[in-house]
């Protein structure tokens, strides 16, 4: 990607029957030429190559098209003005991978002779190299609580679906790779009955801090791995007679990885200049979250007599995960 | 998405999360508990579900909650008591299901906190009623009244079970075809004392079947020894209700069984002799008349005379009979009599008389019951009437009547009311030294009487009652509370505050999300 491509831009303005007049038959070889195949105009053709083309425009004109071609020939510097016929030079200042192949389009001949050319539409804005991102988004999840415990809170089931959002900021480490840090909230629920006594419900909020290395495979596609961590606040009821309830805290740790699909800047608007994209992302890792004791609150009036908490038992809410999230990037 | 899966279809379901592999969720069955049953340490619930004995004890502030294995999958308990003492817990595991083929029913007997492997015997029928020996020495099953989840059954059959050991026997009643009704152990009077009588001078420890217009006599001491029906429907003409056995003395060398019908103004009476053979013993039937319904009675000694004390409740009246001779004499009470105990007094004792709803309460010193100007009745109003009387010790009755309290001393004849403004079962109620210890099912107050000073002090609970109980081990004053997962108010008898007390919950389902 990170080869110079050179393009030649044919940026001749069309021509016209007044200007079609004087032209000389063209030799076998102009033919072809003047179709301005950007293949035939790459920068190892030769200046007699070229030249049927260039003096195809104007024959009054021959010196300065000769000069110019000689100048494109000997040097193919980018360093020449640009002008009708002339070779740019384009790469990028910085290696991005996946950029889009830039191609500027060449000013049209500046012969004094020649009638005003129509305007053209103006230049691409250079793509500009991808340093950092930030991305904003939702997600689903679905996690399979591996404790069987966790079927008091969900009868039917032992996955539990997750719902978050999160922002993430990544930097460019260089070459493919990116390393971010994000935080997001991320919350989960069940509910369900024990021993047919009491019905149950759980939520925990999760607050989390994420750190991800990313590799962008080809732009629009990023392969990555991420840890979550943060703390864990569990709320839990059990409605029955008595009733009681408790709240407490824990940690999760996640170890996630996984692609990231996205719009890559060729395709959005303004191409280049686009500074906004979105994409969809698929997880899959392992939670993990040390066992909660949960242990119960009387509800009681007001002054109730001194209640001992009930202790139903330990609860550990770990196991696989999965997560499809969408984020909007900006860059 | 697929159903329930078990477990077994789930091998990798680690691996696959999204497969929808779904094990049985260990916690969608009913939690079956029955109980509570108490023990002198523990309150006792049987968990059914689980085939378990949970034994809940107050610990302080804490409330320990040990499970013990009672049975397995295969089995259920059928019934659980405690024993006369509460330092043991009985439970009969039956099989689970009629398909269950190759599962003996058993008993457990379990220590009263549960710690403590438990014995199990063999005892081979669901029986369904239990009794127990006062002597503290033995069990006794029997198909009560109840129905038998059986399609067939042998209703005579009845296990002893040796609860100082691990021995149990089977054995079938030899009687005349009747349905046995109740169990009783005539002789023995006094908790936790073995009260055999001399039969021709061997020991009997003798248990009375009672059945339909008969008593079956066995000695629990040698079950194999021949058994004693005596009919009592055609020649005598009454079904027996209750038994009272006189063992031997100077007065009347023979023991006597004496045998109360339902109605009736005569009282069988067994003299128990031994066979010719010297094999076993044999019992001669003989009938005393006692007035006109005999409601209860009790035996009494004087000086000379063998009496038994008969309550004629249709003339209020105690009906003393020599029993060597059947001769004796009535002596009228003023007021309605159906039930009687003896109490000791200064130089003898003293019968004390009421009779449920009735207002009073008779009692008779006997120290010269013979001589008739000595027989001087006395009454102590009950004003509210008797709904129910307690004897709290020798000297202390407890009565309940609406929503008071009697608190009767015998010895200076005086009747305390306490008020409440709910009424209190004076079933529902302990004695701790001076204090007594009140709580009733569907009040939310426990109270205390200090019975020296007749001070009453209450303490209001946040939960209506379900049982109350004291337990002597821990020393504490346990309440249930109507739950399915345990609820209750452990009390300090001492000092009844809710300050001092401390509420327990959800401990029939401690650590159940520990559950494999």
């Known amino acids: ?331 | 998405m697929p159903a329930q899966f078990s477990s077994k279809h789930c091998l990798f379901w680690s691996l696959a999360p999204l497969l929808g592999c779904t094990p049985e969720s260990p916690y969608e069955a009913l939690l079956e508990v029955t109980g509570p049953v108490a023990t002198a340490d523990a309150v006792v619930w049987i968990d059914r579900g689980r085939h378990e004995a949970v034994f809940v004890r107050p610990e302080g502030d804490a409330l320990q909650v040990r499970r013990v294995a009672v049975g397995d999958e295969r089995t259920t308990v059928a019934w659980a008591a405690a024993t006369f003492d509460r330092r043991s817990i009985l439970a009969l595991t039956t099989p689970a299901s009629a398909k269950e083929e190759d599962v003996d029913e058993q008993l457990y007997r379990l220590p009263g906190d549960g710690d403590g492997e438990p014995v199990i015997y063999d005892v081979r029928a669901p029986f369904t009623a239990l009794a127990l020996s006062p002597d503290l020495r033995r069990a006794v099953l029997y198909f009560g009244a109840g129905a038998v989840d059986e399609q067939l059954h042998n209703a005579n059959q009845i296990a002893f079970v040796d609860l100082t050991g691990d021995e149990a026997v089977n054995v079938t009643l030899n009687g005349f075809g009747g349905a046995l009704r109740s169990v009783e152990f005539p002789g023995q009077a006094a908790l936790g004392e073995p009260s055999p009588v001399l039969v021709g001078g061997v020991q009997r420890d003798i248990a009375a079947f009672l059945a339909t217009s008969e008593v079956v006599l066995i000695d629990m001491d040698d079950p194999a020894l021949d058994q004693v029906a005596v009919p009592l429907g055609d020649d005598v003409g009454f079904n027996p209700v209750t038994t009272l056995l006189r063992p031997g003395d100077p007065l009347y060398a023979d023991p006597a069984l004496f045998v109360r019908p339902g109605a009736g103004g005569e009282v069988g009476m067994l003299t128990l002799l031994p066979e010719a053979d010297g094999t076993g013993f044999t019992a001669q039937i003989g009938l005393i008349p006692v007035g006109e319904d005999a409601s209860d009675f009790v035996t009494f000694e004087s000086a000379t005379v063998p009496y038994l004390i008969t309550v004629d409740a249709s003339t209020d009246a105690l009906i003393f009979t020599d029993i060597r001779t059947q001769g004796g004499f009535a002596v009228p009470l003023e007021a309605q009599v159906r039930q009687i105990f003896l109490r000791e007094i200064v130089g003898g004792r003293q019968a004390v008389a009421w009779a449920p709803g009735g207002a009073t309460i008779s009692t008779l010193d006997l120290v010269d019951v013979e001589d008739s100007l000595a027989r001087k009745p006395r009454t102590l109003g009950v004003e509210d009437g008797i709904d129910e009387l307690v004897r709290l010790d020798n000297d202390r009755l407890l009565i309940g009547s609406g929503a008071r309290l009697y608190v009767i001393d015998l010895p200076s004849e005086q009747v305390t009311p306490l008020s409440s403004r709910s009424p209190y079962d004076p079933l529902d109620s302990a004695l701790l030294g001076d204090r007594l210890l009140l709580g009733t099912a569907g009040q939310t107050w426990v109270s205390t009487v200090d019975l020296a000073a007749l001070s009453p002090e209450s303490m209001l609970l946040d939960a209506a009652i379900e049982r109350f109980y004291y337990l002597p081990g821990p020393q504490r004053i346990v309440v249930t509370h109507a739950s399915a997962a345990g609820h209750l108010t452990v009390v300090d008898p001492a000092e009844p505050r809710r300050s001092t007390s401390r509420i327990h919950w959800g401990f029939l389902l401690e650590g159940a999300l520990d559950r494999e």
Do not use: C
């Open chain 1, 1 to 331: 990607m990170n080869t110079t491509l050179l393009i030649v831009a044919l940026a001749a303005p069309p021509l016209t029957s007044r200007e079609a007049a004087p032209v000389e038959p063209l030799s076998p070889l102009s033919g072809p030429t003047s179709t301005s195949s950007p293949s035939t105009s790459s920068s190892t053709s030769s200046s007699s190559t070229s030249a049927p083309a260039t003096a195809s425009s104007s024959s009054t004109a021959s010196s300065a098209t000769s000069q110019t071609t000689s100048s494109s020939t000997t040097s193919t510097s980018s360093t020449s003005p640009p002008s009708a016929g002339s070779v740019e030079a384009a790469a990028p200042p910085e290696a991005d991978p996946g950029a889009p192949v830039r191609s500027t389009p060449a000013s049209p001949p500046t012969t004094s002779e020649a009638p005003a050319a129509p305007p053209l539409p103006p230049p691409e804005p250079p793509i500009r190299p991808l340093r950092w991102r930030l991305d904003l988004g939702p997600g689903v999840g679905l996690a399979l609580h591996l404790d069987p415990a966790w079927r008091a809170f969900d009868p039917d089931d032992r996955r539990v679906a997750a719902v978050d959002i999160g922002l993430r900021g990544d930097l460019r480490l260089g070459g493919r790779a990116f390393l971010g840090v994000g935080a997001a909230y991320r919350q989960f629920s069940g509910r369900g009955d024990l021993d047919q006594v009491y019905s149950t419900r759980l939520l925990a909020r999760e607050a989390l801090v994420a750190l991800r290395v990313s590799a962008v495979m080809v732009e629009g596609v990023d392969l990555f791995g991420q840890v979550d961590g943060g703390p864990s606040f569990v709320d839990f009821q059990l409605t029955g007679s008595p009733s009681g309830g408790g709240k407490t805290i824990t940690g999760v740790v996640d170890g996630l990885g996984g692609v990231a699909l996205y719009l890559p800047r060729r395709w959005l608007p303004r191409r280049g200049a686009s500074r906004v994209s979105a994409g969809v992302e698929v997880i899959a890792g392992y939670s993990f979250r040390p066992a909660i004791d949960v242990d119960a609150a009387l509800q009681a009036d007001e002054e109730p007599i001194e209640a001992a908490p009930a202790h139903f038992g330990d609860l550990a809410m770990r196991g696989f995960v999965t997560r499809i999230g969408i984020f909007l990037r900006v860059f």
